[in-house]
């Protein structure tokens, strides 16, 4: 793993949210507003944007934490930018802090935890649990 970023570093990602966003229980709609579950998608790979310039050859990130205070919703169309922070490693574990806002409304804010392993050890782990 490349030790390549400090603590306060920032990475800014967009996504427009669109009819496939919205929350689907049942085959329906719920609101025309983006999902939680989008929602977590996009703030992963947000902060994946660190793990992706971190990695070595024979390694991959894997999500270990996802914290997320949905605070205002994202309507149908909205474009959201999600600000990432790093904040620091911890036993290979990158850690992030971010906020997602649609111009200035804050629409959630919280932390991720991705951890720096070897992709052998993974497979290993997942063949493990497919027995």
């Given at each position: 793993?490349?030790?390549?970023?400090?603590?306060?570093?920032?990475?800014?990602?967009?996504?427009?949210?669109?009819?496939?966003?919205?929350?689907?229980?049942?085959?329906?709609?719920?609101?025309?507003?983006?999902?939680?579950?989008?929602?977590?998608?996009?703030?992963?790979?947000?902060?994946?944007?660190?793990?992706?310039?971190?990695?070595?050859?024979?390694?991959?990130?894997?999500?270990?934490?996802?914290?997320?205070?949905?605070?205002?919703?994202a309507i149908l169309g909205e474009t959201v930018?999600?600000?990432?922070?790093?904040?620091?490693?911890?036993?290979?574990?990158?850690?992030?802090?971010?906020?997602?806002?649609?111009?200035?409304?804050?629409?959630?804010?919280?932390?991720?935890?991705?951890?720096?392993?070897?992709?052998?050890?993974?497979?290993?782990?997942?063949?493990?649990?497919?027995?």
């Open positions: 793993m490349k030790d390549v970023f400090k603590n306060g570093d920032r990475k800014s990602h967009f996504f427009k949210v669109k009819p496939k966003d919205v929350a689907h229980f049942e085959q329906q709609a719920v609101h025309d507003v983006c999902a939680t579950f989008t929602l977590a998608r996009e703030l992963e790979w947000a902060t994946r944007l660190f793990v992706l310039e971190m990695l070595e050859d024979g390694e991959e990130g894997i999500g270990t934490h996802l914290n997320i205070q949905h605070l205002s919703p930018e999600i600000e990432a922070v790093y904040v620091g490693i911890k036993e290979r574990e990158i850690i992030c802090e971010y906020v997602a806002k649609v111009e200035k409304r804050l629409i959630a804010k919280g932390t991720t935890g991705q951890k720096i392993l070897q992709k052998e050890k993974l497979t290993k782990i997942f063949e493990q649990l497919s027995k």
